[in-house]
């Protein structure tokens, strides 16, 4: 492994220019991708901050909104709470919007959802419960939870995957074309001197002959 | 960008949601057709989907495949009305777990 080298390659002094060319290339790429890797994992860091607890509180609202829609369906029967769920308008407006984090695309919501009155909900009184206003208000508020915990789920999703390739990429340049390029390079100066040394002994070699005649 | 938000679940969970002011519901009668309902929404440009976890854990690889790689859209799982279910193994922990190399405490 230590050893290892590219294949092919001549040992010249054209070849030793554009090897050292591409070491030094490969060393700020490494460099630049370990940066990178870094402000990635430490925005990972920030965004862990905010997932904890938010799963919880998304169950524990809607658990609790369940239990106010079944309670709605005991009293109301199942029809009619599914007839009103069908005249509540429509009310979620939510703007996504992306930010970039070390070139990764990361969605950022922005949603609109304060509370509503129970005549803005659009169902008649007349045959609905109070368990149902109750229902829809749990539920307007999980909703609300469940869309930020989707974005910050994403985020993690895809920054995990991006470190993960990051991380590749640095490994492979660390520890396999780095150091082939620097043994390349050392066998090809080698190469080089050895050729010097055997010129250089000839050289003397035809002098004394020369003398010697 | 306007965005749709979709709720894929079973019915009462659809109910609930369409209570919420979630209008785009399709509750999932038939477990084995839930694949197909949800490629369905993928290609219909919604950007939110909500789906349980039931169904998540059936189709994960589906699931992972739709999302692994784009920004939009988030496939969000939440517990439906019987309650959250334990696993040993949480998706997102295991992702967290591979990521840094330390378990984290959630």
Known sequence: MAQEMIEGINPTRMELLKLKDREKLAVKGHSLLKEKRNALIMEFFNILERV??????????????????TAAQIVMGDLAVKKAAMSVKEFVDVDIDSRSVMGVVVPVLD????????????????????KLDEAAHKFEESIKLIIELGEIEKTIILLAGEIESTKRRVNAL???????????????EMRLEEMERENFVRLKMIKKTMEME | MKS??????????????????????????NMEKAGEILEDLVKKDFSV??????????????INKLTSERTLPMIIEIPDKTGSIERDSDPMRELIRRVIGVEMVK
């Open chain 2, 4 to 29: 749709n938000i979709a709720v894929m679940a079973d019915e009462d969970t659809v109910t609930g949601f369409m209570l919420g002011g979630i209008k785009k519901g399709y509750p999932v009668k």
């Open chain 1, 174 to 188: 660390e520890h396999i074309i780095i150091p082939k390029l620097e043994n390349t390079v050392k066998y090809i």
């Open chain 1, 52 to 69: 904890k607890g938010s799963r919880e509180d998304v169950e524990k609202t809607l658990t609790e909104a369940y239990k106010d829609l």
């Open chain 1, 111 to 130: 949603s609109d959802i304060h509370k509503r009155t129970m005549v803005e909900r659009g169902y008649g009184f007349l045959d609905t419960s109070v």
């Open chain 2, 49 to 62: 989907i909500i789906t349980t976890k039931k169904i998540g854990d059936k189709f994960r690889e589906t």
